[in-house]
């Protein structure tokens, strides 16, 4: 559950901001993901899987090309007849020591190599499958990053540079991944999720309790998500309404078709505005 930050201090609690009690550094920064696991943002590395799956892919290469040529000077045996470790493995399995050992050291080698580059493709097919870090999320982190509560700017090793900074949004690596994204949401839930903020500085904020964990007042988007709901389901049920007062109020023929086109063009508008509608539902209903 994502919360914004507002402005307020907490009742006194033995866990109010209990991730200051932490030293600066990983520890703190780890236990306040705990607190907000929204901010739990860290790099898929995506380059360097892409090398460990060509080297990978380059070591099986190699292993293929050699097994294949094991395979064919294992066809014949010493005696020049035809050999059976191609028909029948158990055949290579009882083969003595001096025959059959070089195609059977290959495909061990094959097995072990192939089961490492199954589990590294896999593993990066589902990394690619996660989905960006939310930008106010990453500015969130970014923000606290170069507090006071954290130096600022005390992280001063390699990685100090995977969130960027708030002065440059978008200066940091391009393969950042949430590892608990936002809830899908629709157009209008986002923007009015985005900016209810400021009608909270400006004291509706007050009606709200301080969070227990980050010492301050916060609302969550769940809470505007159901403002939104029934801001949605209210227009939803005005819009017939609407329209059939319009057609009753024209006259013309011409008048009464064009009202219809602009109705069903600002249905398809609320479609894609107020619902996570697909492109599939939005010609399902304007088509009937």
């Known amino acids: 559950m994502l919360e914004k930050a507002l402005e ?32 739990g943002i860290f790099r898929r590395f995506d380059a360097l ?3 460990n799956l060509l080297y990978l892919q380059a070591e099986l290469c190699i292993l293929e090309k050699a097994l294949q040529e ?17 028909t029948d493995f158990q055949c290579l399995l009882e083969a003595p020591l001096n025959e059959g050992r070089r195609q059977l050291d290959l495909i061990e080698k094959m097995r072990k190599k192939l089961k490492q580059y199954n589990k590294a493709l896999i593993q990066h097919s589902l990394l690619h499958k996660m989905t960006p ?3 106010f999320d990453l500015h ?28 440059e949004l978008d200066n940091h690596p391009p393969d950042l991944v949430g590892i608990k994204p936002r809830m899908k949401q629709d157009i209008f839930s986002r923007l009015v999720a985005e900016n209810a903020i400021h009608l909270f500085k400006c004291g509706l904020g007050r009606l709200k309790k301080a969070d227990r964990h980050l010492g301050r007042r916060v609302y969550y988007d769940s809470t505007v998500l159901k403002v939104t709901f029934w801001i949605t389901s209210i227009l939803a049920s005005l819009l017939p309404i609407a329209s059939i007062l319009v057609l009753i109020s024209l006259r013309s023929l011409k008048a009464r078709l ?15 505005v107020f619902t996570d509608a697909r492109r599939i539902d939005v010609f399902t209903v304007t088509a009937v």
């Open 8 to 39: 307020g201090t907490a009742a006194t609690s033995p866990f109010r901001e209990a991730w200051k009690n932490f030293p600066i550094g990983y520890p703190r920064l780890a236990e306040r993901i705990a607190v907000k696991p929204e901010t």
């Open 49 to 51: 899987n892409a090398r």
């Open 70 to 86: 094991q395979e064919e000077r294992d066809k014949k045996d010493k005696k020049g007849k035809r050999s059976e470790f191609a």
């Open 133 to 135: 870090p939310d930008r």
């Open 140 to 167: 969130d982190i970014q923000l606290f990053l170069w507090s006071d509560d954290m130096g600022p700017a005390d992280m001063d090793g390699e990685d100090s540079v995977t969130w960027g900074n708030p002065e």
């Open 258 to 272: 064009g009202a219809m086109a602009a109705f069903n063009v600002l249905i398809s508008v609320c479609l894609g």
